[in-house]
């Protein structure tokens, strides 16, 4: 999900030459021109885009991009008019997910209008503003950036609204069959929540795109080897980046700091401790009582009003060094990657761990998937393979393993074996023509997904789970499943006999199967008015496809929640997973949770020592308790009677740092919820 996020921002975002200003300004090579590109996603083909550019303003882009087996296809037909902006646009297409694309943008005597399947709108103005269509990958950045450098100051002001900065960064001489090109590295401000980059050849065409190692773009005919070459440079100059906007955001503690008069959330026993006095020296909770702590060094925060509760978990992130800030300023102190690149993780971890970059404790789940048509990355082609991943994991400190849709059913009792033998846990979807409950009896110490448990009985071993059947089968038969029959209690029985945890996902589920197409998306309604406005207009429109189904998909959705109670009432471990937006995913995945039954003691404590204790560090962080790791959030209100408490930090803790949630939220473009404390 969260790739789809990044690809729905810049797919096919190439062809369209972009002068620089003044002496540095390119020749014209735009005139008849077709430009092709090829799509790789860790080693594998992912698809391709074609530009075709007729030499008056007119410029069209083909993109067929799948991972997976999620499907994107979107083009666009675009006219510019002499100073290169927008004044028509025409973008169709079928999103990853199923759903229609359908995106127009017209600027005619002195009226920019727009409509998208979601949302329409029209303003009035005497330049056309430059348009950013929800589907912007199918315009691609170029254009952007060619209409932004004509400006001395590299912005450009954006349709419906916002500006966007242009911003040369380095760069890097590679090899291609034309020979040595050197290519300059953008940062694009103003689209997200923080910069999108694309490398740009000597004519200031756009080149190459890496997307943190997982999916990649660059032209028809080169070597994939440009991909790794470049994305260690762009990792390097991310960072820098990260810091530059929110370094001196981190606030190391020298003395140590007395939160008085606050309430404390006891995870471990469900219960409030009002008016407490907590004390954290050098990253550590040294003491709490009921009683005034002496402490006369100590920096005093007045928790009046306020709840002290442990730092929450994120079990499922696909993360980039971008994702630590809001993660940080969500109270999302702690993150299970669970699954990516190895060295682009490591090198994250790194960053992270070092304070280098803001960002979370971050624990690794290493990927295995074999070899097919519908697999993507860096696959295995045999259960030996397989085993020598499992072993790399392992030497690399990994702490579980991920299986995903293609591995073979008759592999996973020897790579459940052989990762248990490393002490380390395996997880992940269910394998196509494979049961639930076969893969719980093979070893699976946790499932991923909460459709994953709903197939055990919608396909069994029977179906192709690698397909969008994973999908359109939960969404049109969950919720006929009866969930008091035995067979679901034996089934459940199975999952308390064995340990199995469950990472539900459940506000990416929530989202697929009752967001309609005018509506905001029911997993960030809350938070829409925050959000950058580039962000906020695609969350009105739907990534799915319910057919004639919508009562049937919106009884599923109440079968999923009354399925995740269910588990936890049985004794199931369920642990919270985002797979998508940092820390607000989170936010509402806890909110399901308590919808759905589960008392908000239980939810703040599966967010927080349960996650802990599934990751196997809950002697140390996990819950408020002298001796352990300062992972804290300071809150306003009390989560146990209001779950959505947990949106409203005023300050958050890692260990020995301080970080003021409104000054992080700023320097993402997402205006702040409250104040934060005065440090």
């Not at 049961?435 to 110490?445: F, I, K, L, N, P």
């Not at 009985?457 to 994973?470: N, S, V």
């Not at 197409?517 to 429109?541: M, N, Q, S, W």
Request: glycine share 10%; net charge negative; with cysteine.
């Amino acid at each position: 999900m969260a790739v789809c996020a990044v690809l729905v921002m810049q797919l096919g975002a190439c062809g369209k030459e972009a002068p620089e200003p003044a002496a540095e300004q390119a020749a014209d090579t735009s005139v008849g021109t077709t430009s092709e590109f090829v799509w790789l996603s860790q080693g594998t083909p992912a698809g391709e885009s074609t530009v075709v550019r007729t030499g008056d303003g007119k410029e069209t882009v083909e993109s067929f991009v799948h991972w997976n087996n999620r499907e994107y296809t979107v083009n666009s037909e675009l006219q510019l008019n002499a100073d290169g902006i927008p004044i028509a646009q025409r973008i169709t297409g079928i999103s990853a997910f199923g759903a229609e694309i359908d995106e127009s943008f017209d600027f005619e005597n002195g009226v920019a209008s727009w409509s998208t399947a979601g949302e329409s709108g029209s303003v009035m103005t005497d330049e056309p503003g430059f348009y950013l269509p929800t589907e912007f990958g199918s315009l691609g950045i170029t254009t952007m950036v060619q209409a932004a450098l004509k400006n001395m100051d590299g912005e450009l002001a954006i349709l419906p609204s916002g500006t966007a900065r242009v911003e040369k960064l380095t760069t890097a001489d590679v090899d291609t069959p034309d020979g040595t090109q050197t290519l300059s590295l953008y940062a694009i401000s103003g689209l997200g929540f923080t910069p999108y980059y694309a490398w740009f050849d000597e004519n200031t065409e756009v080149a190459v795109l890496d997307f943190g190692g997982f999916m990649g773009m660059y032209p028809k005919g080169w070597s994939s080897d440009v991909l790794d070459q470049l994305g260690t440079i762009q990792l390097a100059e991310d960072a820098a980046m990260i810091e530059r906007i929110s370094g001196n955001l981190a606030y190391p503690l020298d003395a140590p700091v007395l939160f008085e008069n606050v309430d404390v959330v006891d995870v471990e026993n469900g219960a409030l401790l009002e008016d407490h006095h907590v004390l954290v020296t050098d990253g550590k909770i040294a003491a709490m009582s009921a009683d005034p702590i002496d402490a006369g060094d100590a920096k005093r925060i007045d928790g009046t009003g306020k709840s002290l509760m442990p730092g929450m978990w994120d079990m499922h992130g696909h993360f980039g060094l971008s994702d630590g800030v809001l993660n940080i300023a969500g109270g999302i102190t702690s993150v299970r990657d669970i699954g990516s690149v190895h060295e682009q993780i490591m090198e994250l971890t790194a960053k992270h761990d070092s304070g280098e970059v803001i960002g979370p404790n971050t624990y690794r789940s290493g990927f295995i998937d074999k070899a097919s048509p519908y697999a993507t990355g860096d696959t295995v082609e045999s259960l030996e393979e397989a085993l020598e991943r499992v072993d790399f994991y392992a030497e690399n400190g990994y702490m579980q393993i991920k299986l995903y849709s293609s591995i073979d059913p008759e592999w996973v009792d020897d790579i459940a074996a052989r990762t248990h033998e490393h002490g380390m846990r395996l997880s992940g979807h269910i394998p196509a023509f494979m049961s639930a409950e076969q893969a719980v009896r093979a070893g699976y110490d946790e499932i991923q997904h909460i459709n994953m448990v709903f197939l055990n009985f919608l396909a069994g071993d029977r179906e192709d789970t690698r397909k969008q059947l994973r999908f359109t089968l939960y969404g049109d038969e969950a919720g006929a499943l009866d969930l008091d029959s035995q067979e679901v209690a034996d089934y459940i029985a199975l999952f308390v006999e064995k340990g199995t945890t469950i990472d539900p996902t459940a506000a990416i589920f929530d989202t697929q199967l009752v967001h309609h197409a005018g509506d905001p998306d029911p997993t960030f309604a809350a938070v829409a008015e925050h959000l950058p406005a580039t962000i906020a207009r695609g969350l009105y429109k739907p990534e799915m496809d319910m057919g004639d189904k919508v009562e049937e998909w919106a009884a599923s959705a109440v079968a999923q929640a009354a399925m995740i109670k269910k588990l936890h009432d049985n004794g199931v471990q369920i642990v919270p997973g985002s797979d998508h937006m940092p820390a607000f995913t989170i936010h509402r995945e806890l909110e399901l949770y308590s919808e759905a039954g589960i008392s908000n003691a239980d939810v703040l404590r599966i967010a927080s020592l349960d996650s802990a204790r599934v990751v196997g560090v809950d002697d140390r962080t996990g819950s408020i308790a002298v001796g352990k790791d300062s992972d804290l959030v300071l809150v306003e209100g009390n989560p146990l009677e209001d779950i959505s408490a947990i949106r409203r930090a005023t300050l958050v803790m890692k260990g020995s740092t301080a970080y003021k949630p409104d000054e992080l939220y700023k320097v993402v473009g997402v205006t702040p919820f409250l104040a934060s404390e005065t440090l």
